[in-house]
């Protein structure tokens, strides 16, 4: 089974506070994803990425950054921490190929006070 | 730019009833997905639709895609309790890995 884990369930900070997300496939996939959602918004794409250091934009990507150094790993930042940032993080790592599909991580629902 | 939409965005339904959540896009998805979201809980995959008129169908859920239509519909038959959750569905734009989701239909099946 795919697994996808993240560093933390739950995560409360104070604005300006740098935070770091992390996730981690066990898989070999080469895609991973991260998202946030927020009630009657869906999921929305932050950023991508498709090769160990190569990363895309997503729709929302201001106030965010990536680093992916390990094809295993792909971690987010919020360099300065704001409370319009509070939300839930979800990960998603998936293969390339016709019938790919995502798997999603247990989520970080991050507290910004 | 895709645009992915979903209703309706709550249901309420009796067990042993059948009701259709329906998934719009507004341009050309090369795929389109739906996925499962219990509460507290991640997504969980339940189907990939590739091709004009594929129908997938596991236990009671089934669904399909009309992509001249630009539309995709998850059907649930003889509902169960169980099957209270959120679902998503999702489009891939065309050559792109951007993948864009409704805002999902909260399900609740009544006893």
């Known amino acids: 089974d795919v697994k996808v884990t993240q560093s933390s369930r739950y995560l409360v900070k104070r604005t300006g506070e740098k935070v770091f997300l992390e996730c981690v496939q066990d898989?070999?996939?080469?895609?991973m994803f991260w998202y946030r959602q927020d009630p009657g918004l869906g999921l929305r794409l932050i950023y991508f990425s498709y090769d160990v250091k190569m990363k895309e934009k997503g729709d929302i990507p201001e106030g965010y950054s990536v680093s992916r150094e390990k094809k295993e790993r792909f971690s987010l930042i919020l360099e300065s921490a704001s409370t319009n940032q509070t939300s839930m993080y979800l990960c998603?790592?998936?293969?390339?190929?016709?019938?790919?599909?995502?798997?999603f991580g247990p989520g970080t629902r991050l507290t910004v006070l | 730019e895709l645009k992915v939409e979903q209703n309706p965005l709550f249901l309420s339904m009796q067990e042993g009833k059948n009701y259709t959540i329906y998934c719009n896009y507004s341009?050309?998805?090369?795929?389109l997905y739906w996925y499962r979201q219990d509460p507290g809980k991640s997504l969980e995959s339940l189907f990939v639709l590739l091709s004009n008129g594929a129908v997938k169908q596991e236990g009671r859920l089934m669904a399909s895609l009309d992509t001249k239509a630009r539309l995709s519909t998850l059907h649930i038959t003889a509902a169960v309790h169980d099957l209270s959750a959120t679902y998503f569905c999702?489009?891939?734009?065309?050559?792109?890995?951007?993948?864009?989701f409704g805002t999902g239909t909260r399900l609740k099946v009544l006893a």
């Open positions: 999702a489009g891939r734009t065309s050559g792109t890995y951007k993948y864009i």
């Open positions: 341009t050309t998805s090369d795929r």
């Open positions: 998603a790592s998936s293969t390339t190929g016709r019938a790919e599909t995502q798997y």
């Open positions: 898989m070999d996939h080469e895609n």
